[in-house]
């Protein structure tokens, strides 16, 4: 399996941690706030640890669980520190009123991100079509698989990320290189005007690929 370092202590990190524990993987949580850390890291037991943001990180895989705004800055800042590890971008970069993006224009967070990383680390888009809630509630027993959608330029990178998603008992979909980032944040936004704007009666819904014969 694989070790994790999530940088962040919101949902969306609770969610992975305790998903990626369950999978048998190796956790350590980082907050920007030392005390959330502890706080998640002593709610989700199983083993998880906690990191400071000083340090390197202990993982492998290094999944970014903060606003778009936070996440180049905190990569900046750790710096080679980074080097040779996975960075997961699981950001989304909407405008407050869901009209668009933040990015600058044919950009995408993961692809500005990946300007602020280290020689030697690798940027991978995940996560982000994907709900906190419905990850947490998904279950393998679930008619459909639940899809995670991967894009980036290092093939051994978004190997790598694969197999952290199956370990969760998600199914991942590489979508090709960084470009696809623009395209998947994009969706993101029809996500959230789908849940805001009652194009549907639930927020537990997903987008994922279904195959015919």
Partial sequence: MSSISIIGTGNMARVLAGRALAGGNAVEVIGRDASKADALVGSIGGGATTGRIGTAPAG?????ALPYADAAPVVRQLGNALSGK?????????????TGLVTPEGSSAAQ?????????????????????????AYTPEDPRPLDVFIAGEDAEAKARVSLFVESLALRPLDVGDLTSARWLEGTSVLLMRAMFGKAVRSSSFSIGLTVRD
């Fill in 60 to 64: 492998d895989i290094f999944i970014l």
């Fill in 86 to 98: 996975v960075i997961v971008d699981i950001t989304n970069p909407f405008n407050p009123d869901l």
């Fill in 112 to 136: 500005e991100i990946a300007k602020a990383a280290p020689a030697g680390a690798h940027v991978v888009k995940a996560f982000n079509t994907v709900f906190g809630h419905v990850l947490a």
